[in-house]
T-cell receptor, first 114, second 116 residues
């Protein structure tokens, strides 16, 4: 079955540094991959979507890469700020699901230390 | 931007009672809404896909008679947890997709259910 792994449960970094989060998946070749941010006690908020034919996508201080050979996506936050502290989730659409039945990873809890 | 409102945000109920959770898309129509459940430090798990005007599609292992879903209109889906038990205590989150091509999912802020 489709499996998603975010191999760091928690990541602490110093303010101003670049945070890099990893998402690996198996048993599937998704057409695209999504990243969400979730704050405690809140629903996820969509950040970025990257398609299989895109190597990299940027949005302000965020950058996502997608390597379909390695079956891996990297999520970068540059010039990190304490306000970036949250849990970041990667998600894939189910095979043949019409694209919006998402399977989520467990998330990586990022803490940016001032 | 697209907003999904979920109500209530928190509910405490006694074992054996039923609880209804509402999910509304405030500024767009959603023919399909999704219900997720999240246990502490776990990923969001899809429970069911709610389709306006038709029966919901439940994921394997989710009891459809226990988790009743009604997608009454293009802007409202409800999840009723019937005969709740303490093990049903969790964070329930709905999401909806606007009809615009390539639009991402929008999530509600979740409902923290505690069954005593």
């Amino acid at each position: 079955s489709q499996k998603i792994e975010q191999n760091s449960e928690a990541l602490n970094i110093q303010e101003g540094k670049t945070a890099t989060l990893t998402c690996n998946y198996t048993n599937y070749s998704p057409a695209y991959l999504q990243w969400y941010r979730q704050d405690p006690g809140r629903g996820p908020v969509f950040l970025l979507l990257i398609r299989e034919n895109e190597k990299e996508k940027r949005k302000e201080r965020l950058k996502v890469t997608f390597d379909t050979t390695l079956k891996q996506s990297l999520f970068h936050i540059t010039a990190s700020q304490p306000a970036d502290s949250a849990t970041y989730l990667c998600a894939l659409a189910r095979p043949g699901a019409g694209s919006y039945q998402l399977t989520f990873g467990k998330g990586t809890k990022l803490s940016v230390i001032p | 931007g697209a907003v999904v409102s979920q109500h209530p945000s928190r509910v405490i109920c006694k074992s054996g009672t039923s609880v209804k959770i509402e999910c509304r898309s405030l500024d767009f129509q959603a023919t399909t809404m999704f219900w997720y459940r999240q246990f502490p430090k776990q990923s969001l798990m899809l429970m069911a896909t709610s389709n306006e005007g038709s029966k919901a599609t439940y994921e394997q292992g989710v009891e459809k008679d226990k988790f009743l879903i009604n997608h009454a209109s293009l802007t409202l889906s409800t999840l009723t947890v019937t005969s709740a038990h303490p093990e049903d205590s969790s964070f329930y989150i709905c999401s909806a997709k606007p009809g615009v091509i390539n639009s991402p999912l929008h999530f509600g802020n979740g409902t923290r259910l505690t069954v005593t």
